[in-house]
């Protein structure tokens, strides 16, 4: 198990999981997101599995792999990407250990080699809408000069 797992596209940010502690990359996150000094941070709110139209995916994966699509869209609005969250905050309805699988699959396969971001699972009994099976909120780092022209400011 490596102590520090930095990505190139991350230089504002490194991984770490600390010798002592159980290697967590089978479930798809680290235990460590170190962020430099004077990194811009960029905070998601809950990202739902919920289509542009509105509409949600019957199945638990189709609404986590949806749910990062929108993460993706929202953290490049803000100038930022996938291999810059340093932290997720996953909720998820009647979790198990099929979920949990699930979960983690999806996440290897949008972080590939990269370094995953630190990550708390919350099982909860309900979310926001009628049918929705997860939600996922992030921390990230962005350089500020580099915001999308998308992003509507207030």
Not at 7 to 16: C, E, G, S, V
Request: hydrophobic share 45%.
């Amino acid at each position: 198990m490596s102590a520090s797992l930095t990505h190139p596209a991350r230089r504002q940010l490194t991984m770490l999981n600390p010798l002592g502690l159980y290697d967590p990359s089978a479930n798809g996150y680290s235990h460590v997101a170190l962020v430099a000094p004077g990194a811009s941070l960029i905070c998601v709110a809950g990202q739902g599995g919920e289509r542009a139209d509105g509409s949600l995916p019957d199945s638990f994966e189709a609404q986590v792999r949806q749910a990062l699509d929108n993460l993706r869209v929202a953290l490049a609005a803000a100038g930022s990407h996938l291999h810059q969250v340093a932290r997720l905050t996953v909720l998820v309805v009647d979790h198990d250990e099929a979920r949990l699988r699930v979960l983690a699959e999806v996440l290897d396969r949008a972080w590939g080699d990269a370094p995953k971001p630190a990550c708390t699972l919350i099982p909860v009994p309900r979310l926001a809408l009628d049918g929705m099976l997860f939600e996922v909120e992030a921390l990230a780092v962005a350089d500020a000069s580099n915001v999308s022209a998308k992003a509507s400011a207030t």
